[in-house]
């Protein structure tokens, strides 16, 4: 067997596993490239070469800006704007337009990720199926990643292979000129039209199921006394105490996604996610 069969092969296999959906993707790949390094046909340090590659960073970093732009509320300010306008039509087309701008210059995923909350916030509010809003969403990231180098992994992938081959690597807004207009006619579509012809699905998940919850979410007043008081978050853990300290109010100010470091002061309230009985127990204690 060549290496041409055992690369072709092993691909082949990495898809089904894909496919399957029972392992995770990042275990299954690093998988792969054992099998290749076993087979022979990666050897010494092209093994993990790949690691170093500057599209991979380059997509890393864009994720983690997403992330951050997230964790900050940036996008909260939009949801308001986004329900302003009169029309439902409008709506979308300004929910479509402002993830497709958004998708411009960070990964189309990570902006998805940001606006997924707000769009079924929006479809709560305007009592419309979220399936109605987050599927012209979806197309609303892919094609405003179109528009810029930085909007989608392929765009990173093309422009680092032409580089590695002699040619010269595709500046930011390249891809621009064919971008804006497929991207621009897109949205528009979606905003109009696309948003009609999605199947009405209300899912056939019973009542009984949806308040089958695991975990449950509640808001804890720190008193002066309190034994978290004055302490980092991480105190929390290291008191035995399983809950997920997921936004933290002080005062006028907002943090969402507050870091293990963040200290605990008298009068915070604390939005906890965690199972009823060690939610109960964290509570009592505070």
Known sequence: MTDQHIVFAVIAVTFLFFAWGKLRYDAVGLVAIIVLAFAGVLQGPSIFHGFANDAVLSVIAVMVAGRALRAAGTTEPFAALLLGARSYTGQMLALTSTVGFFSTFMNNTGALAVFLPVTVHMARKLRRLASSMLMPLAFASLLGGLVTLLGTPPNILVSAFRQ???????????????????????????????????????????????????????????????????????????????????????????????????????????????????????????
């Open 164 to 286: 590695e081959h002699g040619g010269e690597a595709f500046g930011l807004f390249d891809f621009t000129p064919v971008g804006i207009v497929v991207a621009a006619v897109g949205i528009l579509f979606m905003a109009t039209i696309g948003w009609r012809l999605v199947p009405a699905r209300r899912g056939s998940v019973s009542v009984e199921r949806l308040i089958q919850m695991q975990n449950y979410f509640s808001e804890v007043l720190v008193p002066s006394d309190s034994p978290y008081a004055s302490r980092p978050l991480q105190h929390l853990h290291e008191l035995g105490l399983d809950v997920n300290v997921v936004g933290l109010v002080r005062g006028k100010q907002r943090v969402p996604a507050p870091g293990a470091h963040d200290l605990i002061l008298p009068g915070d309230v604390l939005l906890v996610e965690s199972a009823g009985e060690e939610l109960q127990r964290f509570a009592d204690r505070a």
